[in-house]
């Protein structure tokens, strides 16, 4: 037998009109059934409770390498090099930070395990409750509102990703509907903050009996369930819309063929398509369950257990899942695409020099160089050489100039450059609107060029 922690002055149903903060510092309604669990309590429940606050704190400091994207997040940092000046990297690093936050919370609500009140069986009789399946006020303050707060902030912010991504590429007002789908997105998700920030803990518990009020706890799910189908709703509406835009203003799908993997790998918008008929997959599933459930309850008066937290953080977190794989297959594809497009494989350590032609017979622009060309160059020049009988060429160099420049390909790759590097000498000749001339000497070491050669493909090498 172990002496009490605890005096009646520590619950609120001893006390006339306690405070929110008493509310949230008590250790439950009734002092009575305090005493009661405390005559069942053995030597191991004890010691397992001690334990378990020791856990709680350990869970709750390493809690960021437990988090679900903690692993794919370093791994996209590495990839970027740290650069968290890039769009990309501020989406995913808010990402991680917040929801990082809110999965503390979760933790540090474990040491709030019981709280004493009195309930109601189905078939009327009070008994106490001595298990933890009851809220303790202070543990729902700080995850429910808190831990909320934190984990649909977090996920708001990388539901811009697509938003972004869509709007590096497409710039008319067709934009707007990507918006608008988006803004609907992220107001369903802070209706659901603000759903649990308006349930008061104190009106969970009736303080003349100590009796924990069920009714209440279930009217909260059934709203917090409608309110988790609207956000399923508004995430299929916000993929579909980017999807659609990608393919009115950007390219067809269809025009590739290409077998799944290849799309997959290749196209963006595939990908993005495949997120959305993942969503709405389950969307059925989500609406036939939660339909069965208003049924019952209103109608027979049986409360269904259904749990879609499950099922929520699966489609949820696919969509999440689907940045990390988006960003590695274009940084992958990008300097797969470079390899392939100019062959460089081949490289003359003795200050060996290199030409690219191309000819073309029709009034045209020189196509602009920029991006993220980065590979490694042993020798000592390299010559770029265009010949065009029209007299309309143009060069651009922005991306060598300028920080932080986007380009988008084929798979709406999105890329953020930073300048030519250990170059000694640069030149650009043009003789009499036919020839255009780009020369440059690198130094005699490995020099990495983070610049991307939008070149047109029938660019052949000459030896």
Known sequence: MYSYGYTKKDFIGNITNPSLS??????GVSYNCYLECMSRLTDESYYNGQINKVRVIVNSIQAPLNFTFFYWTLLLFILHKFNFKKPV??????????????????????LFTRYYCMKKDPSGNVYCECTESVVHPAKWVITRYFGTLFWYTGEIIADWYPLIRTRAVVKNKSIYIVYITCALFNFSKIVLIYLHWSLNPISMYDLRTGIFNNKVMDSFYRKYWLVQLIIIYASVLYELS????LKKNFFKVSQYDYGFLKKFKSLSEYRILIASIFTYTFLPVASIAIIVKFYFLKQKQMDLEFQFEKLRQSIANFQYYMIFIDQILLITSNYESILSSFNIFNYNSN??????????????????????FKESIRGNALNIN??????NNNFKRSSMEKDNSCIANTSMTVINSEPIRDINRFSITNNNNNNLNINYRTKNTFSYIDNHLSIPSDIHLKK
């Open 386 to 391: 265009w010949s065009n009988n029209s007299n």
């Open 22 to 27: 008493q509310w949230w510092f008590s250790k």
């Open 89 to 110: 990297m501020k989406i995913v690093l808010g990402h991680l930070i917040i929801r990082c936050t809110g999965d503390i919370c979760e933790e540090i609500g474990g």
């Open 351 to 372: 200050n060996s020099n290199e030409s690219y032609n191309h000819s073309n017979n029709n009034n045209s622009n020189i196509t602009t160089i920029e991006g993220n």
């Open 242 to 245: 980017v999807y659609i835009v």
